[in-house]
Structure formats: C-alpha cells, structure tokens
C-alpha cells in the first residue's frame, strides 16, 4: 500500500500543493496539510512543493513505512516506484534506435530526421541509444546520419526483446544523458516499450504523434489526430521529464546519410552487482523461457511500397479485386484498402490504410472508389502524388488528390490497364 504523507517539519504551509491537487484531496490544517481519501496518488503534490515535504510512502507488509528517498545522482530524484528526471537539468533530444533481425528499425532514420531538427532549433544534441545483442558494430552506422553520440548496450542478454528487460536499458540510458526529449517508433516492440519507460519515470507519452516541434525553452509541442481523427489535439508534457513521444513510420522524412560519419561512440558496460541494471534485467530474463527462435516469415508492407493502388467500399463484390490487383501489378506495386473493406473480410488489417491503420507515402497512390475520410487521408495524404477516382465529384478525396478522375472506376480502370499493356 501506498499513501502520500506530509512531513510538518518541512511544510510551511504555502498552499502550492492544495491548488495543485486535481483531485481536491490536500487542505490546510492548523500546522499542515491534510490529505483525504480522494488522493489518487497521482503525486503531483509531490513535484509541486517547493520544499519536498510531500512525500509518497510505501509501506510493507508488516505496517513499516519505506519512505522516498533522493539520490545524490545530479539532476535525478527517485523513490520507491519512481525515478525522475528533474525538469531544469533535463537537455537533448534521445532516440531509441530500435535494432532487431540485424538491422535498425527504418523509423529509426526518420526519428533521427526530426530530432536533427527539434534539436537544431533549440541548440542541443542528438543522442541514439542502440540496444541488442552483437550491437555495436550495426551501431557505427548510425553516426553517418548526424547524431552527436550513440550509446551502445551491447550484451548477449539483450539477445531478444523483453520489454522489462529493455525498460532497464532505457532508464539507464535516461539517467547517464538526462534527456529532455526521448523518441520511439510507434512499432510493435516501440509500442510496449514506450509507456513502461513513461511509468517508470512518471512522465508523459504522446503516442502515434503526427507533428512534433519544440518551442525556445525546449517544450516539446506534440500534435496527434484525437476523437476518431476529427480532431488534431496538441498536448504538452509541462512538468516531468523527459518528454516522451513515439511516431509511427513514414510521418517523418528520414535523415540524410551523410558519407563521413561524426559524432562518438560509447559503449556502456554494466556491471553486474547485486540490485544493478545487469542484475534485473537477468531476473526479468529467469521470468521468461524461449521455446522457439526463428524468425516469423516476412510479410510484405505496405508502408515500404513505391506505388500503392488502394480500393474503398466503391468495390461492389470480392471478385472484383483482381482487377484493381492487375493494376497495381502493372505498375509495379501494391494493392490496399480502406477500412471497410477490412472489416468485409476482403483484406487483412496489414493492407488498411489509415488512422487506425498503416501510414504510407509512396511515389503514387491511386485511390480507386474511396470517399477519403479524414481517417482515411491521415494515412496517406502525405504521399508524393495521389490519383483519385471517384463518381462523386465532391468527394473529400479530390482535397488530398494531386489528380483526379470523376467517373465509374469500372469503366476508368480497364482503360488504364489497357494503357498501361500497350
Ligand atoms: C476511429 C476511427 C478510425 C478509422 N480508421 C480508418 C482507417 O484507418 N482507414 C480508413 O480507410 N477508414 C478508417 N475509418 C473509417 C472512415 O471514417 C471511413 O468510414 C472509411 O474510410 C470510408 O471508406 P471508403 O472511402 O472506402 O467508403 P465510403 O466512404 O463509403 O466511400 C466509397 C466511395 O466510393 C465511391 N464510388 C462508389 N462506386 C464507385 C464507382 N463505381 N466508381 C468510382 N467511385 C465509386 C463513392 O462515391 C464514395 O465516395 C475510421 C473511422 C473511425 C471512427
């Protein structure tokens, strides 16, 4: 059990605390504060006093208390079930360079891509954590793409991802840089990496950001499609840090490889002392047992093609699809779709473009009797020149489409594809 208790001999009874709480479960006593029932722990109280005399309390079994204890580690705070990054010592910009199958992540470069840039308007550096095991070489590479440091953890331990495992790396890696901003590819591993971190050091995660920018005093501005995508709220993680996003890939333009590499490279060693990093992660590691380690067989992506033909609810019948599959062939792609036709049973979730689907930005995306939801377009607007074809012509998809063709698609797309065979 855990609860918050006030120490009176620090409080001097400032109030900050009382108008902090969002749950209205702090009041001034004669000598102290209060706290009712209504406190959620949520330990805002404890951030805002001015003097540390709120603290959160764990106690064990047998009714002793274990109080939160600060570290002498510069810049740190942490305590029983936190450790924090304090907000004015808190620079740079961090990206998990997530590594697996002996290559990094792609999202990984366009993460770089948008650190480069958050970090060149506010005149900080761009530090890579790169994880795995047999890690360190792959690593090299990542300094030919303009980051100022790249952290290894090289360790047979780090052989698979497990995600407890890895939130060890990435609290070290936190603690050693303190960084102010800390990003990750919104991919599966990213996925369940992103909040353990987050918990751990009780800040705030934006996930599957569209936008990031970062204001003059290091705020990072964190935009995202909210309510089914109707929609773009901007959120802003003022008091912890660091500031936690992951983006999904191919919002972001990649960064440029450049042929001389810069920046240095430091490999961290941990050591293995009871209680330390490399001793947790083996117990997380003792939780879990590997039955099988081949590699799942590689489904091809949609966000990886160069040309994409995507067909909508314009569709009338399954059988229709080779058509449109001929067509995407023809030009060298893929064929997609739209929800609808996901939850038809027509197409697998891989192939939806969209909101709660893949980003794509291929050379060209034909979109064949898609209306172009909003839910729709955020997954493909960015795209470098978009054909649609649609019979309405005031269908929302002529606001994203380069091109447009107003017309039956059952008329329009053998004509293309005698064209195209000509
Ligand atoms: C939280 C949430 C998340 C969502 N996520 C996604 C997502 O990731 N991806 C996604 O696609 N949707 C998503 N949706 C659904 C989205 O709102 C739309 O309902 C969906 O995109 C519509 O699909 P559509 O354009 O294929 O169908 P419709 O909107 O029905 O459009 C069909 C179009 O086909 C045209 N048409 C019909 N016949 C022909 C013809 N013969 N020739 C030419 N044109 C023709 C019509 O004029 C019409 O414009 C989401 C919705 C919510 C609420």
Redesign the pocket.
């Known amino acids: 059990m855990s609860r918050i208790v006030v120490n009176p001999s620090l409080c001097d009874r400032c109030g900050e605390c009382v108008a902090a709480c969002p749950f209205g479960a702090l009041s001034l006593r004669n000598d102290t504060v209060d706290v009712s029932d209504q406190c959620r722990l949520c330990l805002v109280c404890t951030r805002r006093c001015p003097r540390g005399a709120i603290l959160l309390v764990k106690e064990k079994a047998d009714g002793a208390g274990v109080s939160d204890v600060r570290t002498g580690v510069t810049g740190m705070r942490s305590g029983a079930n936190k450790v924090e990054v304090l907000r004015d010592s808190a620079r740079g910009i961090m990206v998990f360079a997530e590594y697996h199958g002996g290559r990094f992540e792609p999202v990984t470069y366009e993460l770089i891509g948008k650190a480069l840039e958050l970090a060149g308007k506010v005149g900080d550096n761009v530090v890579c954590v790169a994880a795995g095991e047999s890690v360190l070489e792959p690593a090299r590479e990542l300094l030919h793409y303009g980051v100022d440091k790249v952290l290894v953890y090289d360790a047979p331990e780090l052989r698979y991802f497990v995600a407890p495992a890895y939130t060890e790396i990435l609290e070290d890696a936190i603690r050693r840089v303190k960084p102010g901003v800390l990003l990750i590819g919104a991919t599966p591993l990213g996925r369940s990496l992103a909040p353990r971190v987050a918990v751990r050091f009780r800040t705030g995660l934006t996930a599957d950001c569209t936008i990031l920018d970062i204001r003059p005093d290091g705020e990072l501005v964190q935009t995202r499609p909210a309510f089914?995508?109707n929609i773009m709220a901007t959120i802003v993680t003022r008091e912890t840090r660091p500031q936690m996003a992951t983006v999904r890939y191919k919002v972001m333009k990649r960064a440029e490889r450049r042929p001389v590499p810069s920046g240095d490279l430091e490999e961290v060693t941990l050591s293995g002392s009871p209680g330390g990093t490399l001793a947790r992660i083996r117990e997380h590691l003792n939780r879990i047992k590997v039955i099988s380690d081949s590699p799942l067989p590689k489904t091809e992506s949609i966000a990886d093609a160069e040309v994409i033909v995507a067909v909508?609810?314009?569709v009338r019948s399954d059988k229709d699809l080779p058509m449109f599959e001929r067509l995407a062939e023809r030009l060298g792609g893929v064929l997609a779709c739209?929800?609808?036709?996901v939850e038809k049973g027509w197409f697998p979730a891989s192939r939806?473009?969209?909101?709660?689907?893949r980003t794509v930005r291929p050379k060209l995306y034909i979109a064949?009797?898609?209306?172009?939801?909003?839910?729709?377009a955020?997954?493909m607007s960015e795209s470098e020149v978009i054909i649609a074809?649609?019979?309405?012509r005031n269908?929302q998809?002529f606001d994203v489409a380069h091109y447009g063709i107003v017309?039956?698609?059952?008329e329009i797309v053998p004509e293309l594809l005698r064209l195209f065979s000509a």
């Not at 017309?407 to 059952?410: E, S």
Request: aromatic fraction near 2%; include cysteine.
């Open positions: 089914g995508g909508g609810r314009g739209s929800r609808p036709l939806q473009v969209g909101l709660s689907g064949c009797g898609i209306s172009g939801a909003i839910q729709h955020a997954g074809i649609n019979q309405d269908a998809i017309g039956d698609m059952y």
